[in-house]
């Protein structure tokens, strides 16, 4: 059975920076793409990172040039770097996989394309 488990949430103030980690087991190799996601109070889930098989990353237009997303297949750990951090980013950050679809706009990507969930790690910035 797949299970997800996500970590390096917390609280930073504006400016500051957190790296998400999520580990995968049940898996003998990860497969098909992965994703971070977010929701805040009130708000629907969205997608705020997708990184596919061959490592291509596409990104929310809010997150881009601040926020990486990237995996270690070995060991089967996704990643998210945050940097810049801004109050807007405070939500429940949760990571997804087997995901098989791949769209070339970002918009399109939507948390009914990814099979597996995590239970999500809160990130709050203060500021």
């Known amino acids: 059975q797949v299970q997800l488990v996500e970590s390096g949430g917390g609280s930073v103030q504006a400016g500051g920076s957190l790296l998400l980690s999520c580990v995968a087991s049940?898996?003998?190799?990860?497969?098909?793409?992965m994703a971070w996601f977010r929701q805040a109070p009130g708000k629907e889930r969205e997608a705020v990172a997708v990184i596919g098989e061959g490592g291509a990353a596409k990104y929310a237009s809010s997150v881009k040039s601040r926020f990486t997303i990237s995996k270690d297949t070995n060991k089967n750990v996704l990643y998210l770097q945050m940097n810049s951090l801004e109050p807007e980013d405070t939500a429940m950050y949760y990571c997804?996989?087997?995901?098989?679809?791949?769209?070339?706009?970002?918009?399109?990507?939507?948390?009914?394309?990814?099979?597996?969930w995590g239970q999500g790690t809160q990130v709050t910035v203060s500021s």
């Open positions: 997804a996989t087997g995901g098989s679809n791949w769209y070339y706009s970002f918009e399109s990507f939507g948390a009914a394309d990814f099979r597996y």
């Open positions: 049940g898996y003998t190799r990860i497969r098909g793409h």
